[in-house]
């Protein structure tokens, strides 16, 4: 290691870590200084210069992402008015450029294999329209319940239905007709097993229910969830109005190929080596958790095998010509190119394929083709690595 190295402010355990994937640990020496990142919600540029004068800073323009903007780390944005009224959120613009990747029309059905917390989901959101819908997955019920309140915060919840499932086994497809229909409720409401608006306050059979499936649910994250949990839906998601048989309904597969999601997205839990803000919180939680709990190499084999998983169901869910992005916001080729490999061996109608816009985008191309890396040095984002697939048609 050279001397401009070791005078890094990162912890020994993580320094190894780097070494033994053969990652450079110089890509961190600005990371103390990457900007901060917000989006403005579309319909609010107008405010800008009220948001300007509440965080006494004049937002930077992202030259590359429409509607981000950047600010120096230090600057707080929770207690401004624009936050709170939900008008700016917190999302990296590494986040940002993989939800672009997804190519979101208006009228696509969306799935998000791991949601939670919920910044990419947003965005998703916000740039569906008014029709197609988004179904936001993950396999931690705390963290998607904050994803929820995100959603009703931001006012964006009206298209998207939250499952608390594990992604790995996830087989539900959008309700296609029911997402893009108006509803006429009337007599669904006599009828208790279809679904009415949804409500915080569920009826007492169906507490009964979740309890149960609950109690089959074991605290570790590789674990199977028994039954999805539907602990969310707005107005168009498609539920309102569906009944139970139709949401839980299973599809083989070649039902799948024509009726499956527009876009995947799978944004796969990881060692977050990428996210040097993510690493630096073990500073505050004991530097000595962070071997355990992230760096652990047969804890990384693990996420290899539950990556793989979640990447290969979530193209399963995909109907054919349809799109997947795959990102992680780790920078080890273990955890990306090394899982991509692997996955399109098993996977010939996949392609790796070219990421529109990408060009101009302040990042790096990967060892696979066509796949791409931000890195905090480059980039001044928190690191990502992204990769973009089509089904091919059969
Ligand atoms: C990198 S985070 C996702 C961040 C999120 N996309 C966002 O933009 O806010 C990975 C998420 O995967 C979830 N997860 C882990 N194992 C899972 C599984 N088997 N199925 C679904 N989600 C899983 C974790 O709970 C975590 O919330």
Redesign the pocket.
């Known amino acids: 290691m050279d001397e401009e190295v070791t005078n890094l402010p990162l912890p020994e355990a993580f320094l190894d870590f780097l070494n033994q994937n053969g990652l450079d640990p110089s890509i961190y020496v600005a990371s103390q200084s990457t900007p901060r990142y917000i989006r403005l919600k579309p319909g609010c540029e107008a405010q800008l210069a009220e948001i300007e004068a509440e965080i006494k800073y004049k937002l930077k323009e992202v030259w590359w992402l429409p509607n981000f903007y950047s600010l120096p780390p230090d600057v707080q944005i929770a207690n401004t008015k624009a936050y709170q009224e939900g008008k700016i959120y917190g999302?990296d613009a590494a986040?940002g450029a993989?939800?672009l990747a997804l190519d979101v029309k208006p009228g696509d059905h969306v799935l998000?294999?791991?949601?939670?917390?919920?910044?990419?989901?947003?965005?998703i959101l916000d740039l569906l329209g008014c029709s197609g819908s988004v179904t936001g997955?993950?396999?931690?019920r705390h963290?998607?319940a904050a994803?929820r309140t995100m959603l009703q915060k931001y006012a964006l919840g009206d298209r998207c239905r939250l499952f608390v499932?594990?992604?790995?086994?996830?087989s539900l497809i959008p309700l296609r007709a029911q997402a893009n229909r108006e509803l006429c409720n009337v007599e669904a409401e006599k009828d208790t097993e279809i679904y009415n608006e949804w409500t915080p306050r569920r009826p007492w059979k169906e507490r009964k229910r979740i309890a149960k499936a609950r109690e089959n649910i074991s605290p570790n994250?590789?674990?199977?969830?028994q039954e999805p949990e539907l602990i969310f839906y707005g107005h168009h998601s498609g539920v309102v109005g569906s009944s139970k048989r139709d949401v839980y309904q299973n599809f083989s597969d070649l039902e799948i190929l024509r009726l499956g999601y527009d876009k995947v997205?799978v944004?796969?839990?990881?060692t977050?080596d990428g996210s040097i803000k993510h690493i630096q919180k073990f500073e505050q939680w004991g530097w000595t958790t962070i071997s355990r709990r992230v760096l652990d190499a047969e804890r990384t084999d693990d996420l290899t095998v539950?990556q793989l998983?979640?990447l290969t169901n979530g193209f399963q869910l995909l109907k054919a010509g349809g799109c997947l992005v795959y990102?992680?916001?780790s920078l080890t080729i273990a955890q990306n190119e090394d899982v991509i490999e692997q996955f399109l061996s098993e996977h010939a109608s996949a392609e790796v394929v070219e990421i529109e816009g990408a060009k101009n985008w302040p990042c790096k191309e990967a060892r696979l083709p066509k796949t791409l890396r931000f890195d905090p040095l480059t980039s001044s984002t928190s690191g990502l690595f992204v990769a973009k697939f089509k089904k091919l048609i059969s």
């Open positions: 999302i986040s993989a939800v998000d294999l791991c949601a939670a917390p919920g910044a990419k989901l947003c965005m997955i993950d396999v931690a963290r998607l994803s499932a594990d992604g790995t086994a996830f994250m590789f674990s199977k969830v997205l944004d796969a839990e990881c977050h539950l998983k979640l990102s992680t916001c």
